[in-house]
Every structure is written in structure tokens, then in C-alpha cells.
């Protein structure tokens, strides 16, 4: 029986053409990790468990970046500019309805289970770089966000957005 980190082998290094995947949620977890931690069996497996446990504590959200309206970039301080979804299915109906093509990256919320709100903070707010991991940090409350604040960047800002279920 494989584990994730032979999964996560098996399909890194398919043949040019093989349209093998794999689930998102083991490539979401594997793609946190630095790169070098990527060809560690114990960090691969571990960080694949961690990412489990946080989705079924509901420490987890799906993001979609929304930079556009009509052609135009939106402003990072716009409270529209990216959609938090509870699940990857609230994503799937929102998207249904509103762009069929869009694609949302699950992350990690800290401080606790998501509930009506995340608080997001981005060391570079114009970045689009959706996919990176290193591209925001999410908290579930604003005390959790304001301390963490306090202590890493005391004059970075902290955006709310509310959980679409």
C-alpha cells in the first residue's frame, strides 16, 4: 500500500504526456512545504496529516481570487477581490454561478475553526500569487490576527472577509 508520499513520487515524476493526477488535498498539503522538505518522506506524510486533521476541524477555507471586474483591476482594499469559501463544494456552486472557470486553493486558518469571518493578511497585497502558499496568512479571529500582527509586522494591515457557505 503506497502512502502519500508515494503518490506524491509517483506522480511528480509521470512520463511527459500521462494525464495521471492526484487528489488536490495531498497536493495542497505537499506544495506547503518548502521545496527541499518535498523529497522527505516523514515531512510529506506529516505535513499530508496535518492538512487532514486541519480540514476536518474545519481549519481550512478555499480561496478565490477575484482581481478583475469588467476588465479592470480591482483594488487591494476591495472587499470583493477574493472570495472565501467555507468548502471546496461552496466554491462549486459559487462558481457555477459566476465563473465556470474559476479555481480556488484551499488554505489553512490559524487560531482556530473558521466560522463567519477569516482574517487575512498578505505581506505583498498586490500579488496575485494565489497559489503560493507564502502569499497570505489567515486567522480565524481578529485577536488571533492582532496578535500575530503585533508580533511579526506591527504595521501590516489585516483584511476581513466573510465565509460563503
Not at 477555507?61 to 483594488?75: H, K, P
Amino acid at each position: 500500500m503506497s502512502d502519500a508520499f508515494d503518490q506524491w513520487v509517483e506522480w511528480r515524476h509521470k512520463p511527459a504526456g500521462n494525464r495521471r493526477g492526484i487528489p488536490a488535498e495531498l497536493y495542497g498539503a505537499v506544495m506547503s512545504l518548502p521545496e527541499a522538505d518535498r523529497s522527505d518522506r516523514q515531512r510529506v506524510n506529516a505535513a499530508v496529516r496535518s492538512h487532514d486533521e486541519a480540514r476536518r476541524e474545519g481549519r481550512t477555507v478555499w480561496l478565490y481570487l477575484n482581481a478583475y471586474e469588467n476588465g479592470a483591476s480591482r483594488t487591494v482594499d476591495d472587499p470583493e477581490r477574493v472570495k472565501v469559501f467555507a468548502s471546496a463544494e461552496a466554491a462549486d456552486r459559487w462558481f457555477d454561478d459566476n465563473d465556470p472557470e474559476g479555481v480556488a486553493w484551499e488554505y489553512q486558518v490559524d487560531g482556530g475553526p473558521a466560522e463567519g469571518s477569516v482574517w487575512l493578511y498578505s505581506p505583498d497585497p498586490a500579488s496575485r500569487a494565489i497559489g503560493d502558499p507564502d502569499w497570505l496568512k489567515l486567522f480565524a479571529s481578529a485577536e488571533a490576527a492582532n496578535k500575530w500582527l503585533e508580533q511579526n509586522y506591527p504595521r501590516g494591515k489585516m483584511g476581513e472577509y466573510p465565509i460563503q457557505w
